[in-house]
């Protein structure tokens, strides 16, 4: 079965156009202005891994265009006594989900239910895979603060090989001609990530990735994704954690955003994270009218 209209898989195979199409469609929503685009409607929240931002802002846009929410995680539910990804799938369709929304350890986990539920399927973040809303919510930021995407130059600093948002966001703006440089150790900015989208260079060295930039992301440093890896975590601050004095090579007016959550003291200081440049929390709020384009796109409502 080919996934419903109006699923979001993954941003790498949606078109610039379309990405473009939902994120003016977001600029018109605000969840304080409720609009019954959903009403009626049922939302799964399938959540078989830990999520504050996205879980609650999914919530409340659904909730703020008339829609029901089931939030169903993995600890209390029939998940823990072993039922699998599909007939909970099958289950949740048969109680009435007229959308799933799904966040799941696996890379292609959302792919596999939206290949056999015939309902839209979004993903809320597929393992190493990707994370499309975080990176649509990022875009609504980066335009809201710079008004195009034209001349930008974006520089992702942090644990790339494990980030399913640097995934997503590296597929979205490389359609829209950005500059991006993905700067960290080798650990976790390996040399072959060049090549997961075009117009991408990596260095190695912070002054090298923030000269000229306008927009710098941070990513968590996933300790509990880093057994194995010899990377010691003093080393990393040393040379990579976002500071004023760093701050200060990037573009005057450049602006910081992390997706979170955010570890202060590893991958930023409190300096940075509350500064007047920071949007950490400006995307967290963006998070809310963005997913509420997306759920409206997977009704058809997106008009
Ligand atoms: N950015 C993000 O996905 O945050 P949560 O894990 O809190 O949802």
Redesign the pocket.
């Known amino acids: 079965m080919n996934p419903a209209r109006g699923s979001l898989l993954g941003i790498e195979h949606l078109e610039a156009a379309e990405i473009l199409r939902l994120l003016k469609f977001a600029r018109r929503m605000n969840p304080d202005k409720p609009r019954p685009l959903l009403k009626g409607k049922r939302v799964m929240l399938l959540f078989y891994?830990?999520?504050?931002?996205?879980?609650?802002?999914f919530e409340i846009a659904a909730k703020s265009m008339g829609a029901h929410t089931v939030l169903i995680q993995s600890f209390g539910s029939s998940i823990e006594k072993g039922e699998s990804l599909l007939d909970t799938g099958y289950t949740v369709r048969a109680v009435g989900a007229d959308i799933i929304v799904i966040?799941h350890p696996n890379a292609g986990a959302p792919y596999v239910m939206a290949q056999h539920i015939d309902v839209p399927v979004i993903n809320?973040?597929d393992g190493l895979h990707e994370?499309p809303?975080?990176a649509l919510l990022d875009a609504y930021t980066i335009l809201r603060n710079k008004n195009t995407f034209k001349g930008l130059q974006v520089a992702i600093v942090g644990d790339i090989f494990h980030s399913r948002?640097a995934r997503s966001a590296c597929h979205l703006l490389s359609k829209f001609g950005v500059k991006i440089i993905l700067c960290g150790p080798p650990e976790l900015v390996p040399d072959i990530a060049t090549t997961l989208a075009p117009g991408i260079r990596v260095t190695r060295h912070i002054d090298d990735a923030l000269r000229g930039t306008d927009v710098i992301m941070l990513l968590r440093v996933q300790s509990e994704r880093l057994s194995g890896l010899k990377l010691d975590l003093l080393e990393y601050i040393t040379r990579y954690q976002m500071n004023p004095a760093r701050l200060k090579m990037a573009k005057k007016d450049a602006i910081v955003m992390h997706?979170?959550?955010i570890i202060r003291g590893l991958e930023l200081t409190s300096e940075i994270a509350d500064g007047a440049q920071a949007r950490i929390l400006e995307?967290?709020r963006n998070?809310v009218p963005t997913r509420m384009a997306i759920l409206a796109r997977a009704m058809g409502k997106m008009r």
């Open positions: 891994e830990s999520s504050t931002r996205t879980r609650s802002s966040r809320a973040g994370h809303s975080q948002v997706p979170g959550p995307e967290v998070g």
